[in-house]
């Protein structure tokens, strides 16, 4: 964790309180556990607190310790939630209890250390996860120092993929017209452009390549320069452009944040249920070698190879547009309606699953059509087993919109799905 992934304005509880838990749960005094433990929290989060330390051996971690009653305050609001549904948005209810089933976890840092080490296992076994060479990042969570309520882990040093974004933007946008010509500027700004789609990672190379070069450029000129004229006495030397002004390829942290949370659902069944925003960071921004960051595994969600298998039909089924065997796959996997309509089926499947855009929705925000969609045909059951996939992928899409990458999550997850099809020998 960082502080980046918290509220950076602090909060939280005074640190005699957090000391009085951290003991507690150790029995043992604070300085005879870490050598060094920071009074001031990096950041607040809802259910606790995070504090940078120094393990006896020097090593450097973040502690996340839990707010003292936060559990019975969550099943009360969850209870209130589940009673208004009932009454006014019955849709909401089947999800609503899977989710709140998988939240609980939350609530066992010991649980979520365990859960944190066996994604990290996997991830790491498959080459995605390790140093700055993979595509991500995972933390080492310290298992005997983990309890119900401390969590103690490695720090990741990066701040949250969406201010990283933005700053990028920010930057970019400045820079856009004076560093390309007309026609390229007008192609990279659609990536700035609400309801269009930006450039490819293919291009997005093309573009930070050119950059580059131009860069190396101008740092050679101002290193001949500041060795020379720049000697001169009242001479200004010429800044040097490190690579941190070159720009994030968008479009391959899409794709990748896809690839990494495809094989943890389709080869593992074992994934992080919340990848939103907040839990993903960027690594490396200011060597020029950005590299995603995934925290936060309290709401892991497993399935049997049963369900997996059944999934990766579902997922090349979707890709392949093939109504009759999504709706054959999500018969087989429980979903039930009251009067079965196979169209309605197919459209939940493709919105839950895959892809949502205004000409699916009709113009409408994704969670008003499953609601119109529910009372022109009532669910009576969901796939309790992949409710937490469907929200992985609608928060992937979600931030695939907001940086202008739309995608396809059939399709991005297909080869994966194939693969494990053929290696069970069921395509």
């Given at each position: 964790?960082?502080r980046?992934?918290?509220?950076?304005?602090?909060?939280?509880?005074?640190?005699?309180v957090?000391?009085g838990?951290?003991e507690?749960?150790?029995?043992?005094?604070?300085?005879?556990?870490?050598?060094?433990?920071?009074?001031v929290?990096?950041?607040?989060?809802?259910?606790?607190?995070?504090?940078?330390?120094?393990?006896?051996?020097?090593?450097?971690?973040?502690?996340?310790?839990m707010?003292?009653?936060?559990?019975?305050?969550?099943?009360?609001d969850?209870?209130?939630?589940?009673?208004?549904?009932e009454?006014a948005?019955?849709?909401?209810?089947?999800?609503?209890i899977?989710?709140?089933?998988?939240?609980?976890?939350?609530?066992?840092?010991?649980?979520?250390?365990?859960?944190l080490?066996?994604?990290?296992?996997?991830?790491?076994?498959?080459?995605?996860?390790?140093?700055?060479?993979?595509l991500?990042?995972?933390?080492?969570?310290?298992?005997?120092?983990?309890?119900?309520?401390?969590?103690?882990?490695?720090?990741?040093?990066?701040?949250?993929?969406?201010?990283?974004?933005?700053?990028?933007?920010?930057?970019?946008?400045?820079?856009?017209?004076?560093?390309?010509?007309?026609?390229?500027?007008?192609k990279?700004?659609k990536?700035?452009?609400?309801?269009?789609?930006?450039?490819?990672?293919?291009?997005?190379?093309?573009?930070?390549?050119l950059l580059?070069?131009?860069?190396?450029?101008?740092?050679?000129?101002?290193?001949l320069?500041?060795?020379?004229?720049g000697?001169?006495?009242?001479v200004?030397?010429?800044e040097?452009?490190?690579?941190?002004?070159?720009?994030?390829?968008?479009?391959?942290?899409v794709?990748?944040?896809?690839?990494?949370h495809?094989?943890q659902?389709?080869?593992?069944?074992?994934?992080?249920?919340?990848p939103?925003?907040?839990?993903?960071?960027?690594?490396?921004?200011?060597?020029?070698?950005?590299q995603?960051?995934?925290?936060?595994?309290?709401?892991?969600k497993?399935?049997?190879k049963?369900?997996?298998?059944?999934?990766?039909?579902?997922?090349?089924?979707?890709?392949?547009?093939?109504?009759?065997?999504?709706?054959?796959?999500?018969?087989?996997?429980?979903?039930?309606?009251?009067r079965?309509?196979?169209?309605i089926?197919?459209?939940?499947?493709?919105?839950?699953?895959?892809?949502?855009n205004?000409?699916?929705?009709?113009g409408?925000h994704?969670?008003?059509?499953?609601?119109?969609?529910?009372?022109?045909?009532?669910?009576?059951?969901?796939?309790?087993?992949?409710?937490?996939?469907?929200?992985?992928?609608?928060?992937?899409?979600?931030?695939?919109?907001?940086?202008?990458?739309?995608?396809?999550?059939?399709?991005?997850?297909?080869?994966?799905?194939?693969?494990v099809?053929?290696?069970?020998?069921?395509?």
């Amino acid at each position: 964790y960082t502080r980046g992934v918290w509220n950076e304005e602090g909060g939280g509880e005074p640190f005699e309180v957090v000391k009085g838990i951290v003991e507690g749960e150790y029995g043992k005094k604070l300085d005879q556990v870490f050598d060094s433990f920071e009074e001031v929290p990096i950041g607040a989060a809802s259910i606790g607190q995070v504090h940078r330390a120094t393990l006896k051996d020097g090593t450097r971690v973040v502690v996340k310790v839990m707010y003292p009653g936060v559990e019975d305050v969550f099943r009360g609001d969850v209870r209130t939630i589940k009673m208004f549904c009932e009454v006014a948005q019955p849709v909401h209810v089947p999800p609503l209890i899977e989710i709140e089933k998988q939240f609980m976890t939350e609530f066992d840092y010991e649980l979520e250390a365990k859960q944190l080490a066996k994604v990290r296992k996997n991830m790491m076994a498959a080459n995605i996860a390790g140093d700055s060479s993979r595509l991500c990042a995972i933390p080492k969570p310290y298992l005997d120092l983990c309890t119900k309520r401390v969590l103690v882990m490695e720090e990741l040093k990066g701040n949250k993929l969406v201010v990283e974004l933005k700053k990028d933007m920010e930057r970019q946008m400045e820079r856009m017209n004076n560093s390309l010509g007309d026609d390229a500027a007008e192609k990279f700004s659609k990536e700035f452009t609400l309801g269009e789609n930006g450039p490819s990672a293919k291009e997005y190379d093309a573009m930070i390549g050119l950059l580059n070069a131009k860069r190396r450029v101008t740092n050679l000129y101002a290193a001949l320069y500041n060795g020379s004229v720049g000697w001169l006495p009242g001479v200004q030397k010429k800044e040097y452009e490190s690579k941190s002004s070159l720009p994030i390829n968008h479009a391959k942290l899409v794709d990748e944040l896809l690839f990494i949370h495809g094989n943890q659902i389709l080869v593992d069944g074992c994934f992080n249920g919340d990848p939103h925003p907040g839990n993903i960071l960027l690594l490396g921004v200011d060597e020029g070698k950005p590299q995603l960051g995934l925290i936060d595994y309290g709401q892991v969600k497993q399935i049997s190879k049963e369900e997996r298998i059944l999934f990766c039909k579902i997922i090349v089924a979707l890709a392949n547009k093939d109504k009759e065997m999504v709706v054959q796959c999500m018969k087989e996997a429980g979903y039930k309606t009251q009067r079965m309509d196979p169209d309605i089926m197919y459209r939940f499947a493709t919105l839950a699953y895959d892809e949502d855009n205004h000409e699916l929705t009709e113009g409408q925000h994704i969670q008003l059509y499953m609601e119109h969609l529910h009372h022109k045909d009532p669910v009576e059951h969901l796939p309790q087993q992949y409710i937490m996939a469907s929200r992985v992928s609608i928060l992937l899409r979600g931030l695939g919109h907001a940086v202008h990458q739309s995608r396809s999550v059939a399709e991005a997850w297909k080869p994966i799905a194939e693969k494990v099809l053929k290696e069970e020998g069921q395509l």
